[in-house]
């Protein structure tokens, strides 16, 4: 009697373990909030548990670093009806922007509690429910899951609407600041980054020939006009704090016009794209001397009659006219700057104005507390052409990374890594010759000379230009990270220039095998199968175990393991050839043909994705949702070993690994 007990005890035990894998951090609600007799909110609200987040619908553009799938709502099943209208996109309640442990850069999610509400109009008025499909992923600070979640809205339990997003904001800020102590020091610090580099380059505009010049014919203006040393530095301090405001009051009109996520998702466009591409060339070849980009002469000549007024009004008018006579020089750096830090939403465009007008007018203030000091001033000349052709380089640099998301986007793939990289060595060897006085543009003076200065940048130039050449080659080119489409997805070559697929060991040796029907290089080219049933079938033909790989497009911990345990020689060696790696993606979004779709025995709703498909094989069959998951199993698909998670300990992993391929050979 005891045996028995004892034996269902341990059962229940192990069964309560096995359940308890099931991750399920998110509990999602729903409401519909009649607005009108046809109009209704639908309200979806997540709660999220501690240590959980939940990421929102708008993502920044990180470059090619993994980034979580953001929440998407499905609305397929009433979209191919004539039952509902959908009046504009989902909303959702403000959400954190910060650092995330896992992905190790700086995300949109939630903590705790998220709002979503799509406004409908109900054009059926017979309808009585419909059911929304919502996609997303949760991550703590070490895993990460991809339900498939169906909610259904009841059109007949209504109620008045009362939920209101800019309530939301306020008591998210509460939380925030109670939950995340770490959240306001970085966005404080992501703030600081966008005011100093905002700064730098409005320093850069100082030192073009639209603004340097008026630096010392503006202070002695201030300082012989007025009557008393004191009055003139009060005008100039006056002339620097306006130019401040009018550059900041930009800034706040686009932080205005554009909230938090407006602008982000304009910029992650096509249309943004292409407009950013063609203006920055038109503002490369003006700096290089090709035409002069200039407003119409009614705007200057308008401002220059109110900076004839005098007083306040007339200091201000005279600090509008810097402004606007600058305009050919500082509206390519500052437009620029202002809609990077558009991008990012909140005050950014204001702080980014803030730390640019403040560099313009610092040196008006600081001249005009030492007038001594223009004397030290270098004389204006072609040094000043010099830089302005210089900043029309790096914008034609800058202008093809704007065309490189345009094809990343689209999937043109004509700029792939190597040709963007190859645009890029051209333009800054060009750079580096003209530095050298090997090149003339058209409003260059004669050069008998060229100065130390000069040729320092002209050897830094060179030197990066010969940086990237390697990166044709493979290299991965780390110090402009970000810039060059990701090898891994927009490379003609990705394994260098000349070079072919093929095996690549962890030594650097190199073996070369073909490429088996229906099966992918995975990662570090090892041969792997994305779907089950075919992998099945090359195992039984090569009679080698299978590693069954449950891993994700933007799971970080299963991109840890490959590139830092199976990178390993004993275990690269192991995965190369005793084994049959099939790799089941289980955020892969791709739609199954309808007639392999199904209904789920889980949740018993209609599995459409093949990530889908792999998630529940996972669940159905090891009782857990979380990546990565490996498993190995015999040629007839039973385990033959006990399945493992994330395991960074290359020893650890090596004796489990090798443990499966001797139970096999057994």
């Known amino acids: 009697m005891k045996l028995k007990l004892t034996l269902f005890l341990t059962v229940f035990i192990l069964a309560f373990v096995s359940h308890a894998q099931m991750l399920n951090p998110v509990t999602w ?19 999220i548990e501690t240590h959980w987040h939940l990421y929102s619908q708008h993502l920044p553009d990180v470059g090619d670093k993994i980034t979580p799938n953001p929440t998407e709502f499905l609305f397929d099943s009433i979209d191919t009806v004539d039952n509902i209208k959908l009046i504009g996109d989902v909303k959702e309640s403000p959400y954190i922007t910060s650092y995330d442990k896992v992905f190790e850069v700086d995300l949109n999610y939630f903590d705790e509690e998220a709002t979503f509400i799509q406004k409908v109009e109900l054009l059926n008025p017979d309808l009585k429910t419909i059911s929304v499909e919502i996609l997303y992923q949760a991550c703590d600070d070490a895993r990460c899951i991809y339900p498939q979640k169906v909610v259904e809205f009841n059109f007949e339990n209504t109620q008045e609407a009362t939920t209101s997003l800019e309530k939301a904001s306020d008591e998210k800020t509460q939380s925030t600041s109670v939950s995340d102590d770490n959240t306001n ?6 703030l600081l980054s966008i005011f100093f580099t905002s700064f730098f380059l409005g320093f850069l505009v100082l030192l073009t020939p639209c603004v340097f010049p008026m630096i010392p014919m503006t202070v002695s203006f201030f300082t012989k006009q007025s009557k008393t040393r004191a009055s003139g530095i009060k005008n100039a301090l006056l002339y620097g704090f306006f130019i401040i405001v009018i550059y900041t009051l930009l800034g706040t009109a686009i932080s205005a016009i554009f909230g938090s996520n407006a602008m982000y998702e304009f910029s992650t466009g096509v249309v943004f794209n292409a407009i950013m591409f063609v203006a920055l ?16 002469n009614s705007w200057v000549n308008k401002v220059d ?22 305009f050919s020089c500082t509206f390519p750096i500052a437009g620029t700057a202002l809609l990077d830090a558009a991008t990012k939403g909140g005050i950014a465009p204001i702080i980014s104005m803030l730390g640019f007008s403040s560099a313009i007018a610092l040196p008006f203030a600081l001249f005009a507390f030492f007038p001594s000091w223009l004397n030290s001033l270098p004389k204006s000349g072609g040094w000043l052409n010099t830089v302005k052709v210089v900043l029309g380089f790096l914008e034609l640099a800058f202008a093809f990374k704007f065309l490189s998301m345009i094809d990343l986007v689209l999937e043109w793939h004509f700029l792939e890594r190597e040709v963007f990289l190859a645009i890029w060595i051209a333009i800054f060897g060009t750079l580096g010759l003209y530095l050298l006085g090997k090149i003339k543009l058209p409003h260059d003076s004669p050069l008998t000379h060229i ?3 000069r040729l320092c940048m002209a ?24 810039f060059p489409p990701p090898m891994s997805t927009n490379s003609e070559s990705p394994y260098g220039v000349g070079y072919t697929k093929k095996q690549v060991s962890a030594s650097g040796g190199t073996v070369k095998k073909d490429l088996p029907e229906n099966a992918h290089y995975g990662p570090h080219d090892l041969i792997a199968f994305h779907d089950y049933d075919e992998g099945l079938a090359y195992a039984k033909k090569v009679n080698k175990p299978i590693m069954l790989d449950f891993t994700g497009i933007t799971c970080v911990n299963c991109r840890k393991m490959e590139e830092q345990v199976w990178i390993e020689e004993r275990i690269f060696q192991q995965l190369n050839e005793e084994v ?11 739609k199954l043909p309808e007639s392999e779709q199904y209904e789920s025995e889980i949740t018993g709703n209609t599995i459409k994705t093949y990530g889908h498909k792999w998630l529940e094989y996972q669940q159905l069959n090891y009782n857990t949702n979380a ?40």
């Open 29 to 47: 609600t729903t409401k519909v909030e009649k607005l009108s007799d046809t109009e209704y909110n639908l309200v979806f609200e997540a709660d």
């Open 185 to 190: 020091e970085t966005n404080s610090k992501s």
């Open 281 to 296: 060339l038109i503002f490369a070849f003006s700096f290089m001397g090709a035409f002069e980009i200039m407003l119409p």
């Open 305 to 326: 009659s109110g900076a004839n007024k005098g007083g306040i009004i007339g200091i201000f008018f005279m600090a509008l006219a810097l402004a606007v006579v600058s």
């Open 451 to 453: 100065s130390v200065g």
């Open 459 to 482: 050897l830094i130039t060179l030197a990066f230009t010969v940086y990237m050449i390697p990166g044709l080659w493979g290299a991965p080119l780390k110090l402009i990270s970000g």
């Open 580 to 590: 049959v790696l099939i790799s089941l993606y289980v955020d892969d979004r791709k």
């Open 627 to 666: 990546q990565p998951l490996y498993v190995i199993q015999n040629t007839e698909g039973e385990d033959i070993s006990e399945p493992v998670g994330y395991t960074p300990d290359v020893n650890e992993y090596h004796d489990w690994l090798e443990k499966g391929i001797q139970t096999f050979k057994k």
